[in-house]
């Protein structure tokens, strides 16, 4: 940017690669909108929009199943609670659904994404010092014993083992079968769980996140796209609830039912110090 | 709610119909989780999770592509800006994408929500009165005109034709012919547009609201439904656009590029009045 | 907004008469920030920055009391507990509290803006009709029962008499008896506390958002920014609550404590049919 | 948690020490509202919230001056311009300062914050090592240097030297000569701008989040309660562009005035491949 801008740095600095907008003219990464409806799925566009080229048939199915195994996982998931309350507070289904949205953070979004991560670095990790998966998937699970980290992608709180994993698992396993995907991720997935649970003594199957990340790893995504695709997911199940919710017709919906109130743990009744300060002068 | 509540009340309070959870089970609507993965495609979930039932094919295959129209209109809009600027903040894409979403209000994604639920008030008219749809039409587009109201779902500022229209009116065209749809909404639809240039003097086609209002208003969706699915699809334009500027890595975009700055249109500089109110005291 | 934009277009599109930067410069509405720091209160702050000149002493002095007396009504209000929830899902403390801000719409957030708006329709309604005040309340109540809407601003679910009510009127009926608030909105505000009153056989004293109305209109507020002032003010509670929350370093926490589950009472299990729609071809 | 939860599980799941709520009752950390209410200041009562008792005078000044000095720097920001843009959406003002609030993040938001965590390392550095201010700055420096880390709180992209700096840096040279702070902080804040000047061969002076988190470190907040206060600051800036924002009646402000359009840096037109994947079957 030099010192004199001019009226092109101000289109340049919001330019994209993804749409192209003229009069008359929309064409998503090139292909005229026109020719994508009614032709393309939707799943297939998502792809399209991220990546830049439209997946195989196969890639297109691997990726719609895993995100509608990630549609939703009930009220008791503070992104759907959120948006159930947000939208009793008179908001549009719109602040209900980014409230619901802007809680799948690091914790509660962003197991996927860190455990693509953890796929790719002990992929690294096997190019580097060619180990096998299960001494490769060791490493890494020492590592993070030994940090007191939990590895992400294994065991579930509610799941003893989650049913998405055999249905997700099947999928993958005949996509790497059929040449369709390398298996390298799948092979490290599996070698992580039997090292998780040699390390524990007990059994912590791959969960969604760990199952999810094997099939975002194998397609090629980057990790932060891992999350950004379990967010469109579970926009779906938000939307569900938020409309379940507003057809209630509650309002301002909190999280105990009245009259329940949260119990106090604080000081009891004190008086306020003669002295308050910044006290405004009469 | 009586005055002693139980422990009920409060799992009562969160109750749903949408998903079940227990220990090993996930049903969406009463269907097992890994029974719709692989075999159900995701738009046709996205219906199941806010109509409870599974489409039709074609219905299906229309809701498909009225998303797919509606996926993305590139950086001018302030959903898709809000989403880029957001990312260069260090908020993770979850955020970004909410701000995104946040956006997406009566004014910037409620022309669609209020386009069917001018359909449907314009059906009620003809179910009462029993004028055809030219004339309910035109008695709509009086109204507006005489409260100086603009009818929503006609008209874009880009674009003369929008080439979404088009595409759309074929498919729900085809759609009724072959009586899947009902085809009331698609009539006052093309009446309005009708009665809108008459009264204008001058063509203000059916725009991407419009043409997806008449898709929804078909299909039977709730009108703030419209809304909710026009957000999940604009959410794929708002990943695809806050990734691509993830990528550039940005820190603290603003809406102008550097060294541009906002002009200032305020009083110039003044002396703070000796007497301040609330000034702390020293 | 001619055809051939220039570069000054751009940095108008952003102009503001709020803040003045330049390099090595910083002023608010004109006055120089190192002339505040120090000398001005926050609250005068806050009015000048939306106002855009300093209050009085004693205008400061029935903000400050006013914004007081709105941080914070505990973890049962959707907005408090959203901003606890998000803060355990992994997002930053702003993150957090942005949730709990997005909820304080309409109905949440939204009665003292609604309470300002309908002081001032009371007040046009006087200066029409020469009525006077129980008369104008008499005949807003009457509007509001006959189109069954609540009045807003009187009542609430938790306090037979808000403690705020007292603390505020107090202070206002003060400024009016010192001449500093004319009292037309505090005359009206207590004539629709009885008219409401005597309509309902019942008292139904004036709340938070209507005493915080009375003030907000007597100092020249617009309705809207009643709503802004209380976001302000909220923001405070909702920035202790999530820091209360993060310093418990729960993960991920729902509304309801595990294991409780929402009770389901939707569908139960059901096969999913032979032919389901848009599923992805092998 | 045990297996079988009571009723009090879930009021014990929300419990608070901020505010004690009861019929008739409302207590801020022990204070009952009424008696805050027109004797104690915003700024204190923002401390009482966070901190849980309440300040002495010059405490609450230096929080006030600090807020103060943080409450806007323009509509280049990206936190002022997503609320501006947010509120020509259709969205309320409660939503439009959520979008501002939520942009807060550790790039546009988190400096101070990181600021705080840096001040308070380099104390426990020289408790450790006895080093005085200089040594353990130098010691600092060179490790950011070393590892491609800019040192948070230093330099400005528009302002050779920050205004803010030297009004608040008076403020808490005076708090520490009357012995109101220890100036620890302080101490090393200059220190630190002495050896970033040294190792860079040019004066990169302490900006606002680095003077801003000497006065939050030196007056006990925990490193991300700094980012909350600034959070909190920051709002009334964003209320007041909002509210600027919303008095012009633009709808759907994007960030280039129409008919400015984003360059185009994507491929051009191409052909939808005739098999294209997932497409819904007629």
């Known amino acids: 940017m030099n010192d004199e801008p001019t009226l092109g740095d101000a289109t340049a600095w919001w330019s994209t690669g993804v749409t192209r907008i003229e009069p008359g003219l929309i064409e998503l990464r090139g292909f005229p909108i026109q020719d994508l409806i009614g032709r393309a799925g939707f799943i297939s566009t998502v792809w399209l929009m991220v990546r830049g080229e439209l997946p195989s048939e196969r890639e297109a199915a691997l990726l719609e199943a895993t995100m509608i195994a990630s549609v939703d996982h009930g ?74 980290r939990h590895v992400p992608g294994f065991g579930h709180r509610f799941h003893p083992v989650d049913p998405r994993r055999d249905a997700l698992l099947d999928l993958v396993s005949a996509a790497v079968a059929d040449g369709v995907l390398e298996g390298r991720f799948l092979e490290l997935g599996l070698a992580l769980e039997r090292q998780v649970e040699a390390a524990l003594g007990r059994p912590l199957p791959i969960n969604i996140d760990g199952i999810s990340a094997i099939v975002y790893a194998e397609l090629g995504f980057d990790p932060e796209l891992a999350r950004g695709l379990f967010v469109l997911a579970r926009s779906v199940g938000i939307l569900a609830h938020a409309w379940e919710e507003r057809e209630t017709g509650r309002r301002i919906k909190g999280p105990l039912p009245p009259p329940l109130l949260a119990d106090y743990i604080g000081p009891m009744t004190r008086p306020v110090p003669g002295e308050v300060p910044s006290r405004p002068r009469p």
């Open 75 to 148: 009220p008791q998931a503070p992104s759907i609670a959120s948006a159930r309350m947000a939208i009793t507070c008179g908001v549009g289904i719109n602040s209900a659904m980014a409230n619901g949205v802007n809680t799948l953070g690091d914790v509660h979004g962003g197991a996927g994404q860190q455990c693509v991560q953890l796929l790719r670095d002990a992929q690294g990790l096997r190019d580097e010092s060619g180990l096998d998966a299960d001494a490769a998937a060791r490493r890494v699970v020492d590592e993070h014993r030994a940090s007191r």
